[in-house]
């Protein structure tokens, strides 16, 4: 007569009583866990996100743009949009200076003539090898940093203006909209000591030439300026006092 073995087999995870008894002596590995599929999870709708200034904030300028319609009825973040859409093309405006650029002849007139009208742009005639010319320019660059909404330039006198004198150097242009608003001819112009303060003082006489980009306003800016020169004199008139006592 055959002698038959019957292996019982259970559902996948499931163990025998026999198999517990064996896996107890050590004759079986432990039982593997059962298979249990992760839990169930829906991908997001991005119309289910709640819609706040945070929510906004996430957005890059071309998504903010995408949205207006979907903000129709709330007002709030309708604005919020709006100032946040402002304030990066105004970032982006601001990080196209931030130094003094050099140019050519043949550049002027789409870097200078035909900046943006809300744009100031401050030209410096200049040659090398000028000394006069080096200490308007270092200070120029101070203010480019310090100023980043207005445009700096700088450019060889004669490719400029063929012929143009070299007494007359350093010269500095001021424009506007396409049109000259102020020049100062020679370093004079900026008193007995050209510094960055002095110079931002008398581009800001009569027009906001610099622009700072965060002030807000152009008297904000000016007095800025104001503050920063008397402080600049001040500080030079205590160093001034310092050294004169020590010398006793």
């Known amino acids: 007569m055959a002698d038959y073995h019957f292996v019982y087999k259970d559902v996948e995870g499931a163990s025998t009583q026999w198999d517990d008894i064996q896996r107890k002596l050590g004759n079986?590995?432990?039982?593997?866990?059962?298979?249990?599929?992760?839990?169930f999870?829906?991908?997001p709708d991005p119309d289910?996100?709640?819609?706040?200034?945070s929510w906004i904030d996430e957005k890059t300028e071309e998504e903010l743009e995408?949205?207006?319609?979907?903000?129709?009825?709330?007002?709030?973040l309708e604005e919020y949009r709006k100032k946040r859409l402002a304030e990066m093309r105004e970032a982006v405006k601001i990080s196209k200076y931030g130094s003094v650029m050099p140019i050519s002849g043949s550049d002027f007139v789409r870097e200078v003539s035909q900046a943006p009208q809300d744009v100031w742009v401050v030209v410096i005639l200049y040659k090398e090898g000028f000394l006069e010319c080096g200490l308007l320019l270092q200070c120029l660059?101070?203010?480019?940093?310090?100023?980043?909404?207005?445009?700096?330039?700088?450019?060889?006198?004669?490719?400029?203006i063929p012929n143009y004198p070299d007494r007359n150097l350093p010269t500095l242009l001021v424009y506007n909209n396409g049109a000259v608003k102020a020049n100062y001819v020679g370093l004079h112009s900026f008193g007995?000591?050209?510094?960055?303060?002095?110079v931002a003082l008398v581009l800001c006489q009569s027009d906001p030439?610099?622009?700072?980009?965060?002030?807000?306003?152009?008297?904000?800016?000016?007095?800025?300026?104001?503050k920063r020169f008397i402080e600049k004199?001040?500080?030079e008139h205590e160093d001034h006092d310092d050294d004169g006592s020590s010398s006793d």
């Open 28 to 39: 079986l590995p432990p039982k593997p866990p059962a298979f249990k599929p992760d839990p």
């Open 41 to 43: 999870e829906p991908a």
């Open 48 to 53: 289910s996100v709640p819609k706040d200034k």
């Open 66 to 76: 995408e949205i207006e319609d979907d903000l129709d009825d709330d007002r709030f």
């Open 141 to 160: 660059e101070e203010l480019a940093v310090k100023y980043p909404a207005t445009k700096f330039v700088k450019i060889i006198s004669t490719d400029c």
């Open 192 to 198: 007995h000591r050209c510094t960055p303060e002095g």
């Open 209 to 226: 030439v610099l622009n700072d980009g965060q002030s807000g306003s152009n008297a904000s800016v000016l007095e800025g300026v104001r």
């Open 233 to 235: 004199v001040v500080t």
